[in-house]
T-cell receptor, first 113, second 115 residues
Framework: AQSVAQPEDQVNVAEGNPLTVKCTYS??????LFWYVQYPNRGLQFLLK??????LVKGSYGFEAEFNKSQTSFHLKKPSALVSDSALYFC???????????FGKGTMLLVSP | NAGVMQNPRHLVRRRGQEARLRCSPM?????VYWYRQLPEEGLKFMVY????????ESGMPKERFSAEFPKEGPSILRIQQVVRGDSAAYFC?????????????FGQGTRLTVV
């Protein structure tokens, strides 16, 4: 079975400061990891993914994520937060290249001016 | 290339009625996934379909819920005899065949309210 944990329900950060949204995962095989963002009353938008290769993955809107196999983590980061980054962020994992995604509960990111 | 299209965006049903949610995947995508989002619970997987086949329905409630993805036309998630607890946002996602590791693309969702 595969699972994802997002330990923080909410993350607050001031505009211009770096942000981190945490994610840990559990799979029996090779993890395929994803971050999605959801704005109010909208669907999920893909941000970035880790399949293989470099542990630091760069994605949309200046976001990046670091894959850490030993800690089974895939934290989302951004060097300088924007107010417009305020949204709900979901980490997801898939065991291997096919099949269903399992999502975390989501972390609400609030960036204050 | 239009994205994943879901309709209706909002659906209100009285208890006991049927709800039909439609999902047209992106062009060229033959894998469809349905998820349900309840407040404070994140997204829960319901069912994974390919054309004319249900691949994984481990997340579907045993009763009242069914899904199909016919050879022609959209995927349909059907909820019979709706109850208040079915009120949620239902999201459809699609992905292309033959590409390991590709991400799924999500629709805008259908927000079902049972009154």
């Amino acid at each position: 079975a595969q699972s994802v944990a997002q330990p923080e329900d909410q993350v607050n950060v001031a505009e211009g400061n770096p942000l981190t949204v945490k994610c840990t995962y559990s799979v029996s095989g090779n993890p395929y990891l994803f971050w999605y963002v959801q704005y109010p009353n909208r669907g999920l938008q893909f941000l970035l993914k880790y399949i293989t290769g470099d542990n630091l993955v760069k994605g949309s809107y200046g976001f990046e994520a670091e894959f850490n196999k030993s800690q089974t983590s895939f934290h989302l980061k951004k060097p300088s937060a924007l107010v417009s980054d305020s949204a709900l962020y979901f980490c997801a994992v898939r065991d291997g290249g096919w099949g269903t995604l399992t999502f975390g509960k989501g972390t609400m990111l609030l960036v204050s001016p | 290339n239009a994205g994943v299209m879901q309709n209706p965006r909002h659906l209100v049903r009285r208890r006991g009625q049927e709800a039909r949610l439609r999902c047209s995947p992106m062009k060229g995508h033959s894998h469809v996934y349905w998820y349900r989002q309840l407040p404070e619970e994140g997204l829960k997987f319901m069912v994974y379909l390919q054309k004319e086949n249900i691949i994984d329905e481990s997340g579907m409630p045993k009763e009242r819920f069914s899904a199909e993805f016919p050879k022609e036309g959209p995927s349909i998630l059907r909820i019979q005899q709706v109850v208040r607890g079915d009120s949620a946002a239902y999201f459809c996602a699609s992905s292309p065949p033959g590409q390991s590791g590709t991400e799924a693309f999500f629709g805008q969702g259908t927000r079902l309210t049972v009154v």
